[in-house]
């Protein structure tokens, strides 16, 4: 089912959307692309969601619910537009400034186009996933937007983790960006998978991790400071971002893409 969603047009369109954006201008290794962080993502979501299944059965996390949370890992950045976060960051606030678009939510939009544009609701039903099953992953992508099981919930989590930030979409990313600018990334993804437990704290079920693990999880967070601080926020890298807003606002004017009904 990944790979039929892969070789449609629209997530053959992120083979061409910088991961870094204008970074790239600064660091010329950061050539990588949304199209093999996607697939990063679609990975580590099924390794995590699966060390969950082996060592808690009690979840009763199912092999259709796995295959929900690759999915979900593999869009989560469809809707991305050119130079990947310049695009929602500094060009559309400034374009439309009364417009709250946000790409997760363009990435929802765009699942749904994929699959209509493609047939593959079909295919999804050869899977047994249903549209409550379409709506869980759409869940991933952008938050919760109606009530579900506790195990499902939990799950939720993994592709983003809107209570903590430690999800899987970090993790490759981290890994991935470092390798590609040569910057030095000391968090181990693969450890944290192997301790990782779901857990109730005050009632609500949490994927959580050993108290031992607490140096592995500074880590991480340090190499997000460390990335946003030598490259993400690079003194040259905003300014050529400053640049290239200026010439999409410039080419706005002439530049219409037509809404398909």
Request: a negative charge; glycine letters at 6%.
């Amino acid at each position: 089912m990944c790979v039929k969603i892969i070789d449609t047009p629209q997530f053959q369109r992120l083979r061409f959307l910088k991961q870094l954006g204008a970074c790239y201008f600064v660091y010329p290794g950061a050539a990588h692309n949304r199209f093999e962080h996607c697939l990063g993502v679609c990975y580590l979501a099924g390794q995590l969601a699966r060390a969950l299944q082996r060592r808690q059965p009690e979840l009763k996390i199912t092999e259709k619910d796995i295959l929900c949370v690759e999915i979900a890992g593999l869009c989560h950045d469809l809707g991305h537009g050119p130079f990947s976060h310049l695009f929602d960051g500094k060009f559309i606030p400034v374009i439309r400034p009364d417009s709250d678009w946000k790409h997760e939510e363009a990435s929802v939009k765009m699942f749904d186009y994929l699959l209509e544009d493609n047939g593959l609701v079909n295919e999804f039903q050869k899977y047994g996933l249903t549209e409550t099953d379409r709506t869980f992953i759409k869940e991933q992508i952008v938050g919760p937007v109606s009530e579900r099981n506790a195990e499902i919930t939990v799950i939720e989590n993994i592709v983003a983790n809107k209570r903590n930030g430690i999800d899987v979409d970090k993790w490759d990313y981290f890994a991935r960006d470092c390798h590609m600018l040569g910057i030095r990334n000391n968090f181990d993804h693969t450890r944290f998978m192997k301790f990782a437990r779901v857990l109730e704290i005050e009632g609500d079920l949490q994927i959580c991790s050993r108290d031992k693990e607490v140096g592995n999880l500074y880590d991480m967070f340090h190499t997000r400071m460390t990335l946003h601080r030598r490259a993400y926020q690079h003194q040259v890298n905003n300014i050529i971002e400053t640049m290239i807003t200026e010439a999409l606002m410039k080419a706005d004017n002439y530049i219409r893409i037509p809404v398909l009904c």
